[in-house]
């Protein structure tokens, strides 16, 4: 006895007993016409999921990152233009949340330990010549206010103890007074101040400070600086519904572009350590439900670039510090006069988790990582926020680079940002002189450009 769909109920005594054929039958492997998939051009899911995955696969299939970072940027719509520097309230949490960020205050511990050992892998040396570094000691202590130094040096004595500090305050307070007092500059045109001043000063005490530092990390001798660079990156994270235009009631990723041009960077050959495991959760990311349009981002359509400041073969592919200048419209005296004291901590905190997501994200995908393919380590990167008087220091690790939707549902991975409130390197410059140096913040730069890889 047959009955309908396919199956053959069969009598054996008092037992029925049911075959069923398979739902599809299986195609023999010489078989003439091919498997029946999903239209490329249809606006079902189906066709979508298919043109996403035949994207993914040419990806991957990329012969160079070149060519991979050509086809990851190839399809271009509109977009959000992130700005690290920018006027918008509470801008911080936002770029947390489109950058799964977490934000931690302070700095990590094992870079001021990093630190400590590479400034006394030299010590013995320096302790041969003792009658060098006492003479530099009075030369150098002319030029800051006497005892103003010394109880804020007392905090940070590991570091302090094997370098010469007389001499560091030297050639930050000679970079300060070069560009603020010896040389007779005109006033400057409107909203070119840091262009005039704090720029300059910014640019010399960076590249003293280096070449003074080469002999006690080897890093630096082998690095690149770059002069104001440009660094881009560009990212999907969220999805959105299309309203607009002909492609009206679709769903795509939300885009986002930073175009980033730090005052200075360091780029070096060799990788940072990683400061935590890549697995660790520290904290939580703002969620955020609003449309970006609200911080308010705007959208613009143009090329997508991911760029770090060099070409893909320049063997400096890795960063170590980036320097930012705080621009003139966005200066800290604007904000006191609008009553608006609590966003300027904000600010350096928005400049220096955008600048260091888009900076160390393109370091990892230099290095043939993307979304569909994440980081098996995690890249360190540093950053300094000043504005030529008030400094702020960050350290950003990145774990993840998979932020879209489809590939952070399980992802637990989150990128961690540590940073610390701005601090004054100075006083006043009165009548030749620096009043007021802070010495901690002198050492916290040192620390900075003293970071180096485990095995240097």
């Given amino acids: ?35 029946i998939v999903a239209s490329a051009t249809a606006k079902s899911k189906a066709a979508k999921r298919r043109r996403l995955e035949h994207f993914n696969q040419r990806v991957h299939a990329a012969a160079s990152i070149e060519e991979k970072l050509r086809l990851y940027g190839q399809l271009q719509r509109p977009k959000y233009m992130v700005y690290p520097q920018t006027f918008a309230l509470n801008a911080d949490r936002w770029y947390r949340s489109f950058t799964k960020t977490v934000f931690l205050p302070g700095l990590p511990p094992r870079a ?24 530099a000691a009075p030369k150098a202590g002319k030029a800051p206010e006497p005892g103003t130094a010394a109880p804020r040096a007392a905090k940070t004595p590991q570091l302090a103890a094997y370098l010469d500090m007389g001499e560091l305050r030297s050639l930050a307070c000679d970079a300060l007074l070069q560009e603020s007092f010896y040389q007779h500059k005109k006033r400057p045109f409107l909203y070119r101040h840091q262009d005039h001043t704090p720029g300059p000063f910014l640019t010399q005490l960076v590249s003293t400070l280096a070449a003074f530092l080469c002999g006690r990390n080897p890093l630096l001798a082998a690095s690149s600086l770059d002069l104001k660079p440009e660094v881009n990156y560009y990212w999907h994270h969220g999805e959105e519904v299309v309203v607009h235009g002909h492609r009206k009631g679709r769903v795509d990723p939300v885009r986002f572009q930073i175009d980033d041009k730090p005052h200075l960077q360091i780029r070096v050959p060799k990788q940072l350590p990683e400061i935590v495991p890549l697995e660790s959760d520290l904290g939580d990311v703002p969620v955020i439900n609003h449309k970006p349009s609200k911080l308010p981002l705007f959208k613009k359509q143009y090329e997508n670039k991911v760029f770090i400041g060099s070409k893909v073969a320049d063997p400096c592919c890795y960063g170590h510090t980036q320097f930012h200048l705080i621009p003139d419209k966005l200066r800290r005296e604007r904000f006191v006069r609008a009553n608006l004291e609590d966003q300027i901590e904000v600010l350096y905190r928005a400049n220096g988790i955008a600048s260091l997501f888009a900076w160390t994200a ?32 960050f350290c950003y690790q990145l774990n993840t680079l998979a932020l879209t939707v489809e590939t952070s549902k399980n992802n637990p991975r989150k990128n961690i940002c540590w940073g610390t409130d701005s601090k004054p390197l100075y006083d006043v410059v009165e009548d030749g002189s620096v009043k007021g140096f802070n010495d901690e913040v002198l050492l916290q730069l040192v620390r900075f450009l003293l970071n180096r890889p485990k095995e240097l």
């Avoid at 309908?4 to 023999?28: D, K, M, N, T, Y």
């Avoid at 230099?366 to 540093?382: I, L, M």
């Fill in 112 to 135: 001021a330990s990093a630190a400590a050992k590479s400034a006394g892998a030299v010590a013995p040396e320096a302790a041969k010549t003792p009658e060098g570094a006492a003479g």
């Fill in 1 to 35: 006895m047959a009955a309908s769909g396919g199956r053959w109920l069969l009598w054996h005594g008092r037992c029925w007993f049911s075959q069923a054929e398979s739902a599809v039958r299986p195609q023999p492997s010489d078989s003439l016409y091919p498997p």
């Fill in 362 to 393: 393109a370091q990892a995908m230099y290095q043939g990582f993307w979304n569909e393919a994440d980081v098996t380590r995690p890249f360190v990167s540093q950053a300094v926020v000043t504005d030529g008087k008030y400094f702020a220091f």
